[in-house]
């Protein structure tokens, strides 16, 4: 590879990430250590959703399946084989493997429905996990969940730090990747005209379903994560509630950038813990769901393409503005 045919933008996310590696050594608490953790993990998460709802125009209202796949994967294993680090990707091994079947099935049997028809479907699938999980008391543990036993060295909060950091800029450069591929061209191509895709030749319904089990994997890998940072685990990984965090967090973001739901995701994390924290100060942070849902609208106003993409469609703008403006000059 010729580094000077490496993109500018490359080289910004590759020093703003070994930036990140310094963190833990100038961020010592364990409560901000842990937030920054939980923003990883759902950075991950909102990439996968991204890859569904800004890169192949896919909306899914079922995607928490396939991280709660990846969070009991791993707490059931680590809860029953010894904690090694050899279990540790026993689980990871099996989570991938369940969710990419999930995946595939769930894919092939729903992506031929419309819009929202699909997300109904995957709503209710989702829904039927939760039922699973909740009556299988046996093996879930239910509502109450279980507690599980980390290896020695994911026990320290740095640690999961780095591996949670390491995990996070290797799906993003790996999706970033995968996105500017021509199979990437061809997923954005569905979104924007499906019928005209599949009239050139191509097989919709088969990068559709790809694209599924791309996306159902990595989230199920950031359900790994989530369970290793919590220790725990309970039926809360298969709510709608995560779903639509998820959600909110790519639409803030900016649908189809990537950087967009890792940006969204600190937002939604950190709102979520100062505004919930502020309570003590005003009775009003007591309903701080109620600012929380404000502050979306707003984001919704005034960047309706998300903050990262409303900067990038402003600087595109100028950018052939510019051009324009220099064409005119030499014509003259």
């Known amino acids: 590879m010729n580094i000077r045919s490496v993109e500018k ?9 070994l930036l990140l590696f310094i963190v833990p050594f100038i961020v010592t608490g364990r409560s901000m250590q842990f937030i920054i953790i939980q923003i990883f993990i759902f950075a991950i998460f909102a990439m996968s959703y991204d890859i569904l709802l800004g890169y192949t125009g896919i909306i899914s209202f079922g995607h928490v399946m396939f991280f709660g796949i990846g969070a009991y994967s791993t707490a059931i294993i680590m809860n029953n084989m010894d904690a090694t680090v050899l279990s540790f990707f026993v689980a990871i091994l099996v989570a ?4 990419s079947i999930v995946s595939f099935i769930v894919g092939a049997l729903t992506l031929r429905l419309k819009s929202h028809f699909y997300a109904m479907l995957t709503l209710a699938l989702a829904g039927l996990f939760l039922v699973a999980a909740e009556k299988w008391r046996s093996l879930t543990g239910g509502n109450d969940g279980f507690t599980f036993r980390l290896p020695e060295i994911l026990r320290e909060s740095h640690n999961l730090y780095m591996l949670c950091l390491i995990a996070l800029i290797l799906f993003f450069f790996g999706l970033r990747r995968f996105t500017k591929s021509p199979f990437g061209r061809v997923l954005m191509a569905i979104r924007e005209n499906e019928a005209r895709t599949e009239s050139l030749g191509y097989k919709v319904l088969h990068y559709k379903v790809i694209a599924s089990v791309v996306a159902g994997v990595v989230a199920s890998i950031a359900g790994v994560l989530y ?6 685990v309970n039926t809360g990984v298969f709510a709608t509630d995560l779903t639509i965090d998820v959600l909110l967090m790519t639409i803030i973001g900016g649908v189809g950038t990537l950087v967009g739901p890792i940006l969204g995701a600190g937002l939604v994390e950190f709102a979520h813990h100062w505004l919930s924290g502020l309570s003590n100060v005003h009775w009003i942070f007591e309903r701080w769901i109620i600012l929380y849902g404000t502050v979306y609208v707003l984001v919704v106003i005034f960047f309706p393409l998300g903050i990262v993409g409303t900067i990038q469609s402003k600087f595109t703008n100028r950018t052939v503005k510019g051009l324009r403006d220099n064409r005119k000059t030499v014509g003259k």
């Open 227 to 232: 369970a290793l940072s919590l220790r725990f």
């Open 96 to 99: 991938v493997i369940i969710a």
């Open 9 to 17: 933008s490359t080289w910004i996310f590759i020093i703003f990430s």
